[in-house]
Nanobody, 126 residues
């Protein structure tokens, strides 16, 4: 069974940092493009970053560029999202999913698996 499971969310203070992990099972992440998505309370899901496992090329949404960093660890079959300088608008559920970076870049939000993982929640408060 192929699946992605997110972890690492939690409370953080404004300006703080958090590292999210996306662990894969049933398939090799190194041959896929994986995106991280955020859904704020009452809002729609949006792509924030993407990485192509084949050449490690990345994309970041303008709102997070310079503060977030996406990377893959093939030895762990996982993708990590390092989030720095978290802003008050950062809270929400964070999901990872396989999606071509070219689609995420233009605002298409979908998963090649047809269903989403459980996500991990990030809260920002002082």
């Amino acid at each position: 069974q192929v699946q992605l499971v997110e972890s690492g969310g939690g409370p953080v203070k404004p300006g703080g940092s958090l590292t999210l992990s996306c662990a894969a099972s049933g398939f090799n992440l190194a041959t896929w493009t994986i995106g991280w998505f955020r859904q704020r309370p009452g809002g729609e899901r949006e792509g924030v970053a993407c990485i192509d496992g084949r050449d490690a090329s990345t994309y970041y949404a303008p709102s997070v560029k310079g503060r977030f960093s996406i990377s893959s660890d093939n030895s762990k079959n996982a993708v990590t999202l390092q989030m720095n300088g978290l802003k008050p608008d950062a809270p929400g559920m964070y999901y990872c999913a396989p999606e071509p970076c070219d689609q995420l870049r233009v605002g298409i939000v979908e998963t090649a698996f047809g269903s989403w993982g459980p996500g991990t929640q990030v809260t920002v408060s002082s």
